[in-house]
């Protein structure tokens, strides 16, 4: 066996090996915190753009691609051979895994009064710019120093923020969905979805990069559907940690993929993660809390004034 052979078939393999495949009788999974935890029912699929899609072996393929690997390896005259036999294992295509990050799940975030206001807002209407995502949007208007910088960039326009703290791509899915992406035409919407995917600041979860950034592709997707005159402004997911944590990487590998949703027609894609930053890729001073994560007023000064131009272009 050649070389070259052997490493076309094992780079083929290898990146297949995560993909998303129905759920199987809608497990219910543990939601996060204390006491009293509401019951999260992993819902079903959710479209996801090509552009960001995981190849998804069927198990036809996956049978045909193993048996290929092996009967390689068994051939093989290389000096390699032991390694080759050591970890075929590893070598190996894998059946594909559910993505959660790209269903519609309703997260504890989206059960109760404050996805019922979300729904009433949206039933009225008279939205021009509809912000979306996490604490970190949804921390805008928490405080008067914030809600100032707020009414500073976007106070002349209609808006709403449908953005809550702790929530991840498939809830956002599952709001747009159920009511929060019905009865209302945006001209313009701000995205920033994905970093509580990531499970936390170092040694950053179990979800790949890959499969959040499907995530945020398929929340794109639904708000395409909903909103087809809508402009999109996708925002990169912000650093957060410090310098070294593995989140920071991996924050890096999602919005490489994400960019690949910019059409300059529907989505513009757009990273302002390195004003927060000083020459070190630490934080500037009193621009975010003590946990590297949250912007607080003058972090979003600098948020505000990095959009205000293109937010002022996507709702002309």
């Known amino acids: 066996m050649s070389h070259a052979r052997f490493t076309s078939v094992f780079l083929a393999a290898t990146g297949l090996a995560f993909a998303q495949v129905p759920p199987a009788g809608n497990a219910p999974a543990p939601g996060p915190g204390r006491g009293a935890i509401p019951q999260i029912v992993i819902g079903p699929p959710a479209p996801v753009p090509p552009e960001v899609a995981i190849p998804r072996p069927t198990p036809a393929e996956l049978t045909q691609v193993n048996a290929e690997v092996k009967r390689l390896i068994e051939a093989d005259q290389s000096a390699a051979k032991p390694l080759l036999e050591k970890y075929q294992s590893l070598l190996m295509l894998q059946p594909p895994r559910l993505n959660v990050a790209a269903t519609y799940t ?62 991840t791509t498939q809830g956002v899915l599952w709001g747009l969905k159920n009511g929060e992406g019905q009865g209302f035409q945006p001209k313009a919407i701000m995205l920033m979805i994905g970093t509580n995917n990531t499970a936390g ?96 007023a003058k972090g979003y000064d600098i948020w505000g004034a990095a959009v205000k131009d293109k937010i002022a272009e996507l709702m002309k």
């Open 201 to 296: 600041t170092n040694n950053a979860g179990t979800a790949t990069a890959a499969e959040i950034a499907e995530g945020v592709g398929a929340v794109v997707w639904e708000m395409r559907k909903d909103f087809p005159n809508a402009k999109i402004l996708l925002l990169a997911i912000f650093p957060r940690g410090v310098p070294g944590d593995s989140v920071r990487d991996k924050i890096a590998d999602i919005n490489r993929i994400i960019s690949k949703l910019d059409d300059q027609r529907h989505v513009f894609y757009l990273d302002i993660g390195p004003k927060f930053l000083d020459e070190k890729g630490y934080f500037l001073p009193d621009s975010f809390r003590p946990d590297n994560l949250h912007p607080v």
């Open 106 to 167: 309703q997260t504890a975030q989206r059960m109760g009064p404050r996805h019922q206001g979300f729904v009433e807002i949206a039933s009225k209407g008279n939205i021009d710019l509809l912000l979306h995502g996490d604490s970190i949007t949804d921390w805008w208007v928490q405080g008067d120093a914030n809600k100032a910088m707020f009414d500073k960039y976007f106070g002349s326009y209609r808006t709403a923020n449908f953005a809550i703290a702790g929530d």
